[in-house]
């Protein structure tokens, strides 16, 4: 399983973003599948994770109510919408998946794409 990020850039505080995380090769639906993010001089944090099996989205309270998760299965892409965007958003953000799971341990993930730079400045 290879994922691929896309679709960071740099937009300004309050527009929206979504980046995709493409799948080469299997179904996504039976893995978890993670969104983190690492700022310069920050350890990498857990964005949020769509669960296969149980079914289940957790969030970073920091993210709550402005980032959401979506899967095209035919296209075996996830896809993270991120609106009203702020300047503590910016990092690096990692697609990360790991099979059969119900959670997304950052330590524990079988599979991470490289990242996708997002920057949010006026």
């Known amino acids: 399983l290879q994922l691929v990020e896309s679709g960071g850039g740099l937009v300004e505080p309050g527009e929206s973003l979504r980046l995709s995380c493409a799948a080469s090769?299997?179904?996504?639906?039976?893995?978890?599948v993670g969104w983190f993010r690492q700022a310069p001089g920050r350890e990498r944090e857990g964005v949020l994770c769509?669960?296969?099996?149980?079914?289940?989205?957790t969030y970073a309270a920091s993210v709550k109510g402005r980032f959401t998760m979506s899967e095209d299965s035919a296209k075996k892409t996830a896809f993270l919408q991120m609106n009203s965007l702020k300047p503590e958003d910016t990092a690096v953000y990692y697609c990360?998946?790991?099979?059969?799971?119900?959670?997304?341990?950052?330590?524990?993930?079988?599979?991470w794409g490289k990242g996708v730079q997002v920057t949010v400045s006026s």
């Open positions: 769509f669960s296969g099996k149980t079914g289940d989205t």
């Open positions: 090769g299997v179904d996504l639906d039976n893995y978890a």
């Open positions: 990360a998946a790991l099979y059969w799971s119900d959670s997304c341990p950052p330590q524990g993930m079988d599979y």
